[in-house]
């Protein structure tokens, strides 16, 4: 199954689905764990309320001192399998930025490094991931079977607890 029949918010909850799989593997002690655990918070913020400025996401991915691009690459020279957690992490924030910018009706393009984001891309880099059992893909299937059959725009709280028990 693909993401065609799925409204932009169940995209967004795929892609959270997908974050919240990530973070879940890694230990709390980790260095990086709770920059990451923070930045999918105020990802599920923007899909549930969106009072969250996407410029805020986007400092997190490559713009703060401390962003997920820069923890994807000092991760991968000490732990390549960690740094691909982190990476799936990073991918589905970048993934939600892109689609808030989306949203945003007035606002203007994207920074230059959401440009090649897309749902193609996003779709391409979950079967590579479905590939490398990063994702199991019967519990990927059914969490689009589910967002396919509800109406995410309509409850997103509702929508976030349900993800929340499926992981």
């Given amino acids: 199954m693909k993401l065609i029949d799925i409204s932009e918010d169940g995209k967004v909850a795929a892609a959270l689905w997908i974050a919240e799989s990530?973070?879940?593997?890694?230990?709390e002690k980790e260095e990086y764990y709770h920059f990451c655990?923070?930045?999918?918070?105020?990802c599920w913020e923007w899909f549930v309320n969106?009072?969250?400025?996407?410029?805020d996401i986007?400092?997190?991915?490559t713009c703060d001192e401390i962003n997920l691009l820069d923890i994807v690459i000092t991760t991968d020279k000490k732990d390549s399998?960690?740094?691909?957690?982190?990476?799936?992490i990073l991918v589905s924030v970048t993934y939600v930025d892109w689609q808030a910018f989306n949203y945003d009706e007035e606002a203007y393009g994207y920074p230059e490094d959401l440009n090649e984001m897309s749902d193609e891309e996003f779709e391409r880099v979950i079967n590579i991931w479905i590939d490398k059992k990063m994702i199991e893909h019967n519990s990927y299937e059914n969490l689009l079977c589910?967002?396919?059959?509800?109406d995410c725009e309509r409850n997103r709280s509702a929508i976030k607890?349900?993800?929340?028990?499926?992981i």
């Fill in 22 to 27: 990530a973070i879940r593997t890694i230990a």
């Fill in 37 to 42: 655990r923070e930045t999918i918070d105020l």
């Fill in 50 to 55: 969106r009072k969250v400025d996407r410029w």
């Fill in 58 to 61: 986007y400092d997190r991915v």
């Fill in 81 to 88: 399998e960690l740094s691909d957690k982190y990476d799936m």
């Fill in 146 to 150: 589910y967002l396919k059959g509800n």
């Fill in 161 to 166: 607890e349900e993800i929340l028990k499926m």
